[in-house]
C-alpha cells in the first residue's frame, strides 16, 4: 500500500468522534479511516487523568498496529490529558482536538469573550484556557461543564424535551456572560448543534471542533504529501462493546443507509 492510501485513524470515548469521521470525510472524501469507539469505557469526561492516559494509549497502539498515517484523537477529554503520552509513545503524526478549536475560536471572538462547554475533566484541565491565552491574553474564557449532554447523546435523545431542558439548564448563564463564540468542547455536542444554536441565538458563533480538526487534519496530510485524492474509499468502525444501539445511532451521525461495526475487546 501506497503511504498515501494508508488510513486516518479516529478514536473517541464513544459516538462523539464519528462528527469528526463524518467532517474527515466531507472535507476529505477519499481517505480511508479507521476509527475506534470505546464505548466499554464511555464516557471519559469523569475518569482520572492516568485512566485516560492508559486507555488512549492502548487504543492509539491498535490504531499504529493497522498502519495509519495519522491519528486523529476525536474526544476532548483524551486531548486535554492524553496527547503528550501519545506524542511520546506513538511513532505516527498524533493531532488533538483542543489546539484547533481555540485557534478558531481567538480568531473569530470579536468582543474578546469565549465560552466553552465541555466534560468536567476537559473544563477541570483548563486546555481551552491555554491554548486561547498563548494566541490573545486579552480575551476572557469562561468554561461550563455539561455532564448529562453526552449521556443524552448517546441514548438517542438529541432534540427531545429532554435535552432542551439540559441545554436551558447549563446554557442559561452564558447569556449573563455575553460572549459571542461558544465552543462546543465535546465531540459528541456538534449532534446537538442545532438546539444550542438555538436557544443562544444568532449573535453567538459556534466553534464546532469537529470542523476545526478536519480541516488541521488536511493541512497536515497536504504538507506531508500524504493526501489520498483518487479511487475508492473505506471507512473501518470498531467499537469496545458493541451494541445494537451503537450501530444505530452511529448510523444517524454519518448518514447512509448501511454501516457495519466490528467489535474489537482487546485491552477491556
Known amino acids: 500500500m501506497k503511504p498515501n492510501e494508508q488510513a486516518i485513524g479516529i478514536f473517541d470515548s464513544g459516538l462523539g468522534g464519528l462528527t469528526i469521521l463524518r467532517a474527515v470525510k ?29 486507555y488512549s494509549l492502548n487504543i492509539a497502539k491498535f490504531l499504529e498496529s493497522k498502519k495509519v498515517k495519522l491519528i486523529l484523537v476525536a474526544c476532548n477529554t483524551a486531548s486535554a490529558l492524553a496527547l503528550p503520552v501519545l506524542k511520546r509513545h506513538i511513532k505516527a503524526p498524533v493531532l488533538g482536538v483542543i489546539e484547533p478549536g481555540a485557534a478558531c475560536a481567538a480568531k473569530v471572538a470579536i468582543n474578546k469573550k469565549v465560552t466553552v462547554l465541555g466534560t468536567e475533566a476537559t473544563v477541570k484541565s483548563k486546555e481551552y484556557i491555554k491554548n486561547i491565552k498563548k494566541l490573545d491574553k486579552s480575551i476572557a474564557v469562561t468554561q461550563y461543564a455539561c455532564p448529562l449532554f453526552v449521556p443524552i447523546i448517546e441514548e438517542g435523545l438529541a432534540g427531545s424535551d429532554i435535552c432542551k431542558l439540559a441545554i436551558k439548564r447549563y446554557l442559561t448563564p452564558l447569556k449573563t456572560d455575553k460572549a459571542d463564540t461558544v465552543i ?3 465531540t459528541h455536542y456538534p449532534v446537538i ?7 443562544l ?31 475508492k474509499s473505506s471507512t473501518q468502525i470498531y467499537a ?4 445494537e444501539r451503537f450501530a444505530r445511532l452511529a448510523l444517524n451521525i454519518i448518514g447512509g443507509k448501511k454501516l457495519k461495526v466490528k467489535e474489537n475487546r482487546f485491552y477491556i
Open 26 to 54: 466531507k472535507l476529505m472524501p477519499k481517505e480511508n479511516i479507521i476509527y475506534f469507539g470505546d464505548t466499554a469505557h464511555s464516557p471519559y469526561g469523569s475518569k482520572s487523568k492516568e485512566t485516560v492516559a492508559e
Open 184 to 186: 462546543l468542547g465535546c
Open 193 to 199: 448543534k442545532e438546539d444550542i444554536a438555538k436557544f
Open 201 to 231: 441565538g444568532p449573535k453567538v458563533t459556534l466553534v464546532d471542533s469537529a470542523e476545526e480538526i478536519a480541516k488541521r487534519a488536511k493541512e497536515a496530510l497536504l504538507r506531508a504529501g500524504l493526501l489520498k485524492t483518487g479511487g
Open 240 to 243: 469496545s462493546d458493541l451494541s
